[in-house]
């Protein structure tokens, strides 16, 4: 009787792991990934079965965005005026970018009186009629250098965008690491 169980049992072990071998091979057949574990499979909210990819590793190859030059035919004072603003910026955006950008180039001595256009699509005619700055033949914000003025267009009435370049991003009201998604109207600097 003992032989008969512990026959039954050894049979039973084996069918169960044969199963189960049979199990995972039909779903590496199923799968398009080559591993067990590389596909994640779920139900959306609409019922339908989805699989997601399983990132098991850090991803070596991450984006870099160049650092800026620091030209020193530019007034040094544009780099203070970024810094300052890098110091005073949020961490969101409160749609205020020109103001935080007058109020730094007013604190670092750029210019000599807070600028009056409303408009951050304006900022740049203004700083170079009133205040001595020149347009760069720059068309990539990652060109632009240290301290530069960044100014946006925007929509119809919609008021634009203005930043200031720092080494590693860009700064108005808010810190990033890359530039505004909208049209680059101009680089601005003062010699």
């Keep these: 009787m003992r032989k008969i169980l512990s026959l039954s049992v050894v049979g039973a072990f084996c069918m169960a ?12 057949k199923d799968s398009k990934s080559t591993s067990l574990f590389k596909t994640f499979f779920f139900k959306d909210a609409s019922g339908s079965e989805k699989s997601a990819e399983i990132v098991t590793k850090y991803q070596p190859g991450k984006i870099v965005y160049p650092v800026a030059k620091i030209d020193p035919s530019i007034d040094p004072k544009l780099r203070r005026a970024a810094t300052i603003a890098e110091e ?70 919609a008021a634009g965008h203005v930043e200031l370049r ?25 010699s």
């Design 17 to 28: 792991v044969f199963a189960t071998q049979s199990q995972a091979a039909d779903l590496k």
């Design 166 to 190: 720092t080494k590693d991003g860009f700064v108005s009201d808010f810190r990033s690491k890359i530039p505004s998604h909208r049209p680059l109207l101009g680089v601005y600097v003062k």
């Design 88 to 157: 005073r910026a949020r961490a969101h955006s409160r749609s205020r970018c020109w103001h935080y950008v007058k109020e730094a180039l007013v604190a670092a001595g750029v210019v000599s009186s807070r600028p009056k256009s409303e408009f951050a699509k304006d900022a740049g005619q203004e700083l170079v009629s009133s205040y001595g700055f020149k347009k760069l033949a720059v068309r990539d914000p990652f060109k632009a250098p240290v301290g530069s003025v960044l100014v946006y267009g925007a929509r119809r009435r």
